[in-house]
């Protein structure tokens, strides 16, 4: 397992699909916002927590094709299904992969670029936390649209649309946790929440990833 975990890594690294692709795209969204919305410092700060958010969100959502269709192209993802591990294991390791090269990046840089939308001081820390908790569980529901789209013409935008809606839940309690900390509230009901979308997705989608990889593989 670690060895398919540093061979997905290299890989990212080398297709472009990795985290240099995610980071300029979070860049980008960022540096937008203002010339849409205007300069207004009291409505940057509002919107900033959403924003930061769905940035994240799209950036990750941006190199999700890439987890298993580089392996379907070249036939070593038949060879995993017929390895001695499970393919289970190799959907865990391919979820990790994408977010130690799109999720954690995204996660150290979102404390820095929150500061162009004047994201409030008592917001920064609930920001890191909050895309700590909750990019895993991003990585995790990619993995499986990407593992039921595997081997589809043009399979990205089927992708994109099936998971999006499994996002929504993660973007409404990551956005709030870091409202709430802008505004001084209670965050412990949104990061628990965030904590238990993760560790839900970890727990049962690897083998909803498996199953549709067995189906798409026959």
């Known amino acids: 397992m670690i060895a398919l975990l540093i061979r997905d890594l290299r890989l ?8 240099g692709l995610g980071l ?5 969204v960022v540096v937008l916002v203002p010339f849409g919305v205007g300069p207004e410092q ?9 924003i930061l958010w769905v940035a994240a969100l799209l950036a990750a959502l941006l190199s999700l ?14 060879l995993l299904a017929t390895s001695p591990l499970p393919l289970e294991g190799a959907a865990l390791m391919k979820a990790l992969a994408h977010w ?6 995204l996660t150290l840089a979102a404390p820095a ?11 920064y820390g609930f920001l890191f936390f909050s895309l700590a908790l909750g990019t895993p569980a991003l990585s995790m529901i990619g993995t499986f649209g990407a593992a039921l789209t595997v081997g589809i013409k043009r ?9 999006l809606p499994l996002y929504v839940p993660t973007l409404i309690f990551g956005a709030e946790a870091v409202r709430r900390g ?25 083998f909803a990833s498996a199953a549709a990889l067995r189906v798409n593989l026959r």
Request: charged content about 10%; hydrophobic content about 55%; proline content about 6%.
């Open 12 to 19: 990212a690294v080398r297709a472009g699909g990795g985290f």
């Open 24 to 28: 300029a795209f979070f860049l980008i």
């Open 42 to 50: 009291d409505i940057l700060t509002r919107i900033a927590p959403g």
């Open 65 to 78: 094709d890439r987890i298993f269709a580089l392996d379907h192209e070249d036939g070593s993802l038949a």
């Open 100 to 105: 130690l090269t799109t999720g954690l990046p």
């Open 113 to 123: 670029l929150g500061f162009l939308l004047h994201l409030a001081p008592e917001a």
């Open 155 to 163: 399979g990205g935008l089927l992708m994109s649309l099936l998971v």
């Open 182 to 206: 802008a505004e001084g509230l209670a965050t412990a009901v949104p990061l628990t929440m965030l904590a238990g979308i993760t560790a839900g997705a970890f727990a049962l989608l690897p």
